[in-house]
């Protein structure tokens, strides 16, 4: 019960974060935090770009991997974001195309 309790405020903060950039007419300007995370998660292996499209969403390009490998990418960058990044995000492995492959959220809460 508590992790679907999580799981829909983390949805309901995206749907608001998302609402009010699109609002704005601007893209997402991200935290210092989140360029140095973006950065790390660029280092590891497969991956070709990481941007943030909000506070909470993380799309990460991983050029010609399967399914499984982007659902693997996936565990690595929330493992990584558990250790070193400590808040709360969804991450979204595409093949450069922004159609997720596999996505994955954590909740820092």
């Known amino acids: 019960m ?6 829909l405020l983390l949805v309901g903060a995206f749907v608001f974060s998302a609402a009010a950039a699109y609002s704005q007419g601007q893209g ?3 935290t210092d935090l ?3 995370f973006a950065e790390e998660v660029k280092s590891l ?3 070709i770009q ?3 499209q909000s506070p909470l969403d993380l799309w990460v390009y991983a050029d010609g991997v399967s399914q ?3 659902q693997a ?9 558990q250790t070193d990044f400590g808040q709360s ?8 195309d922004f159609n997720p492959l596999a996505t994955k959220c954590w909740s820092a809460l």
Request: aromatic fraction near 6%; glycine fraction near 6%.
């Open 50 to 52: 990481a941007t943030w």
């Open 28 to 30: 997402y300007n991200e």
């Open 89 to 96: 995000l969804c991450v979204h492995v595409h093949n450069g």
């Open 45 to 47: 292996p497969d991956i």
């Open 34 to 36: 989140q360029q140095n």
């Open 2 to 7: 508590r992790g679907l309790v999580l799981n």
């Open 68 to 70: 499984s490998t982007a």
């Open 73 to 81: 990418v996936a565990d690595k960058v929330v493992l990584l974001a």
